[in-house]
Each structure stands twice: as structure tokens, then as C-alpha cells.
């Protein structure tokens, strides 16, 4: 017998929004889903669920991609900045620093939040909602060889 995976659709609480419209509606820090809630309730912690439309915006894990993206956008917006005037001046090592690390903290700081809304976004329209697990499911399948191991004798 050949394994098939579950083709079953998932039925949704919520009709996930076009790419752009989501991508769009997060970096506006508005609900992808519905565009009234607001996404963050604090500075980039993410609302459970929408306050409006009950879409599960808590279950979506941006983690690394925000700060990713952020470091990808700034660092090609002033770099040929900085060697560009580098070139054409060439300053002192210290007024570089004294200018280029205040002016991409900031603007890395700046471009967060509303990057993270945007993966958010996007995440919700690809259907990556993070599932929850039975609480003791997984692990115990997991310590059971390692107790047998240790039980031998040899580990």
C-alpha cells in the first residue's frame, strides 16, 4: 500500500487576502485579513488574533525573516552611498562612523516593524499558520530510545 498525503482542504475562519493586498495591509500595521484590526500591540509583538475579523495573526512566526530583509534593504540603499562618498570626499574612518552607524541603526529600526508586518502578511496569505501539537505527543516518542540507550549501558 502507497502512502498518500491528507488532500483534505482546510477550511479557513477567514478568506486569506490577495498577495498584495496582505503584503500591502501589513506594512500599514492593519490586519492582512480583514484591514481594520491592527497586527502589533506592541513594537513588534504581534496580536493573537485580530480584534476584528478573529484571524489567528498570534499563530504566524516571522522570526528571522524581518531582520533579514530589513539588513538586505538598508544595507543596498547606503552602501554605494558610503563608497560613493568615500570616493569622492574621503573623510576621516571616524566621520564615517560618527555618520554611517547612527544613520543604519536608524533606519534598521525604522524599517522593522513595518517589514515584519508585511512578512506577516505574506505568511498569512501562503497558509503558514503554526500548529498546535498535543503537549506530551512528540516527546515521548522521542525520550523512549534514549532511555533504552541508557539502560543498555551504552551511552
Same mark, same amino acid.
Given at each position: 500500500?502507497?502512502? %498518500?498525503?491528507? +488532500? !483534505?482542504?482546510?477550511?479557513?475562519p477567514?478568506k486569506?487576502?490577495s498577495f498584495?493586498?496582505? #503584503?500591502?495591509r501589513?506594512?500599514m500595521?492593519r490586519c =492582512?485579513?480583514?484591514?481594520?484590526?491592527? $497586527?502589533?500591540r @506592541?513594537?513588534l509583538? $504581534?496580536v =493573537? %488574533?485580530?480584534a476584528v475579523c478573529?484571524?489567528p495573526?498570534?499563530?504566524l512566526r516571522?522570526d528571522? !525573516?524581518?531582520p533579514? &530583509? &530589513?539588513?538586505? #534593504?538598508v544595507?543596498?540603499?547606503? $552602501?554605494?552611498? $558610503?563608497?560613493?562618498?568615500?570616493?569622492a570626499?574621503e573623510?576621516p574612518m571616524w566621520?564615517?562612523m !560618527?555618520?554611517?552607524l547612527p544613520l543604519?541603526?536608524?533606519?534598521?529600526? #525604522?524599517?522593522l +516593524? =513595518?517589514?515584519k508586518g508585511?512578512?506577516? @502578511?505574506y505568511?498569512?496569505r501562503m497558509?503558514? #499558520? %503554526?500548529? %498546535?501539537e498535543e =503537549?506530551?505527543?512528540g516527546?515521548e !516518542? +522521542?525520550t523512549?530510545p534514549?532511555a533504552a540507550?541508557?539502560e543498555?549501558g551504552r551511552?
Amino acid at each position: 500500500m502507497r502512502w %498518500e498525503p491528507d +488532500r !483534505a482542504a482546510q477550511s479557513l475562519p477567514y478568506k486569506p487576502p490577495s498577495f498584495l493586498t496582505g #503584503l500591502g495591509r501589513g506594512i500599514m500595521n492593519r490586519c =492582512p485579513v480583514c484591514g481594520d484590526g491592527k $497586527v502589533f500591540r @506592541g513594537f513588534l509583538k $504581534v496580536v =493573537p %488574533e485580530c480584534a476584528v475579523c478573529h484571524a489567528p495573526l498570534g499563530q504566524l512566526r516571522a522570526d528571522d !525573516a524581518p531582520p533579514y &530583509v &530589513v539588513i538586505f #534593504l538598508v544595507g543596498h540603499l547606503l $552602501v554605494p552611498v $558610503v563608497f560613493w562618498v568615500e570616493r569622492a570626499y574621503e573623510p576621516p574612518m571616524w566621520l564615517h562612523m !560618527a555618520v554611517w552607524l547612527p544613520l543604519f541603526a536608524v533606519l534598521c529600526t #525604522l524599517l522593522l +516593524r =513595518p517589514v515584519k508586518g508585511g512578512v506577516v @502578511g505574506y505568511m498569512i496569505r501562503m497558509g503558514f #499558520l %503554526e500548529r %498546535e501539537e498535543e =503537549p506530551d505527543g512528540g516527546r515521548e !516518542a +522521542r525520550t523512549a530510545p534514549r532511555a533504552a540507550v541508557k539502560e543498555d549501558g551504552r551511552g
